[in-house]
T-cell receptor, first 112, second 114 residues
């Protein structure tokens, strides 16, 4: 049972435009969500997080939106840059446990 | 470099052999995690330590897998009698104790079982 789903395996975006990566979850107990970026041959790198008490968190070019009623979160990257080309994973966790459940990832390609 | 380090980066072994991986977390982090990632999947949680205590183990961690963190610093993950299905990237992560924190990942150890 995939509790965290990223239904788009890949996404291509022109440099300078907005990239929108989506993530859906099924477990209503999740109350903390993160996005990680992964380059080949490296471990995942933390990008941005959001707790369930918020519906938006912004850090520079990266903004995460959380819609609890829809059990959906999204990552917006504006403007997209070629260096953003990587695999992006969303992850979710529950207070009191410390393991994160990861989605299967979306490969973003930013075209110059 | 003060990030999470893992050794070795790559390991090729024959089926039935034992392998051991090492993880050195960020020095001030009390929590340490092991994940496994296979092709096309996200990282899957294996186990979690707070200091030297192993507090949670996934059902993915069969009896052939054992993890230790003897002095609350580095950790080892051992796989006994490896099987081809064990081929994966093994990722280690660490985080500080307080609150809900992002986990910082190491570069991983890629295991290939022939």
């Amino acid at each position: 049972d995939q509790q965290v789903k990223q239904n788009s395996p890949s996404l291509s975006v022109q440099e300078g435009r907005i990239s929108i990566l989506n993530c859906d979850y099924t477990n209503s107990m999740f109350d903390y969500f993160l996005w990680y970026k992964k380059y080949p041959a490296e471990g995942p790198t933390f990008l941005i997080s959001i707790s369930s008490i918020k519906d938006k968190n912004e850090d520079g070019r990266f903004t995460v939106f959380l819609n609890k009623s829809a059990k959906h979160l999204s990552l917006h990257i504006v403007p997209s840059q070629p260096g953003d080309s990587a695999v992006y994973f969303c992850a979710a966790g529950t207070s009191g446990t410390y393991k994160y459940i990861f989605g299967t990832g979306t490969r973003l390609k930013v075209l110059a | 470099d003060t990030g999470v380090s893992q050794d070795p980066r790559h390991k090729i072994t024959k089926r039935g052999q034992n392998v051991t991986f090492r993880c050195d977390p960020i020095s001030e982090h009390n929590r340490l995690y092991w994940y496994r990632q296979t092709l096309g999947q996200g990282p899957e949680f294996l186990t979690y330590f707070q200091n030297e205590a192993q507090l949670e183990k996934s059902r993915l961690l069969s009896d052939r897998f054992s993890a230790e963190r003897p002095k609350g610093s580095f950790s080892t993950l051992e796989i006994q009698r490896t099987e081809q299905g064990d081929s994966a990237m093994y990722l280690c992560a660490s985080s500080p104790t307080s609150g809900y924190n992002e986990q910082f990942f190491g570069p991983g150890t890629r295991l290939t079982v022939l």
